[in-house]
């Protein structure tokens, strides 16, 4: 699934390649199309964004955001990509072979197109005038790299029970998954599954020191490891999620995991003390 530092190295690339560009045509290739498309305008999905010109390119949590410059007499509009589980953009020339798996591709002015991908069909590509009118984007919380330390921790006081879920959940700050939340917990030598309310306030600085670290490099790595390919995944440099039997890089301990298929989570037993449940690897 890509998180905040993949979708914001996706982001700078979009925004160096495609920005002031149009849209010259909009392919939605059933039958995998017609499940990841929602056209919250109903005015049609493809002719709607035909002639549209990209005049920005946000990044919000775990969705990327298209803003298209807004000619007289017409409304605002938005193309919102919640890539979900498996969801990847794909940036190529017109005449290059498709991917696998490519269901949805638009033709812009430069011979470029811009390509949705997506394994499981489990991503939404919405279209909207309204953000709000998107599931779950009302509700995300504030960009874990802007947040400050004191609101930070008048936030997690809030929530209610293990720290992995609270940190993976959205509303306390966007954009953390769960291989970012293994990442960040190890840094800050918690177990994921501490209860927030077992958490001293030393504990509750490491985690917040250990998200803004743990993210900025991450992001610094991916960027290097991603380049102008948007639809990679870049995670090699990770410590110790899906490195389930390999030793801890801190102290060498064998990671172990716990739970299956997607939802797996890494730890170190001896960086990562406190955890009651018993592992797998």
């Known amino acids: 699934m890509p998180e905040l530092p993949e979708l914001e190295v996706?982001?700078?690339v979009l925004n160096r390649r495609i920005l002031g560009q149009t849209i010259t045509e909009v392919?939605?290739?059933p039958p995998g199309g017609v499940i990841v498309v929602r056209d919250l305008t109903h005015g049609g999905f493809e002719s709607t964004l035909i002639g549209r010109t990209v005049s920005e390119i946000k990044r919000r949590g775990k969705f990327l955001?298209?803003?298209f410059r807004a000619e007289p007499g017409t409304q605002e509009i938005y193309l919102v990509i919640n890539p979900k589980l498996s969801g990847r953009l794909q940036l190529a020339a017109s005449g290059e072979k498709r991917l696998a798996k490519t269901y949805i591709v638009f033709s812009l002015s430069e011979a470029q197109q811009l390509r949705y991908l997506d394994q499981k069909q489990m991503g939404q590509v919405y279209l909207t005038?309204?953000?709000?009118?998107?599931p779950d984007y009302a509700d995300i919380g504030p960009e874990p790299l802007e947040i400050k330390a004191e609101q930070f921790r008048e936030r997690l006081k809030r929530f209610h029970g293990e720290i992995k879920g609270i940190l993976?959940?959205?509303a306390l700050v966007a954009g953390i998954g769960n291989a970012y939340a293994d990442e960040i917990l190890w840094a800050a030598r918690l177990h994921p599954?501490?209860?927030r309310i077992q958490l001293t306030s030393d504990e509750v600085e490491r985690l917040y020191a250990a998200m803004q670290s743990t993210l900025s490099d991450a992001i610094a790595k991916v960027r290097e490891g991603m380049q102008e390919n948007i639809y990679l995944e870049p995670r090699g440099f990770m410590a110790v999620h899906m490195k389930t039997g390999q030793p801890c890089p801190r102290c060498g301990t064998r990671?172990?995991?716990v739970g299956a298929n997607q939802r797996i989570t890494n730890f170190c037993r001896s960086c990562q003390p406190g955890g009651l449940i018993e592992g797998m690897g």
């Open 10 to 12: 996706v982001r700078e």
């Open 27 to 29: 392919k939605v290739i």
């Open 65 to 67: 955001l298209f803003s």
């Open 129 to 134: 005038t309204s953000l709000d009118s998107v």
């Open 168 to 170: 993976t959940r959205g």
């Open 193 to 195: 599954y501490r209860k």
């Open 255 to 257: 990671i172990s995991l």
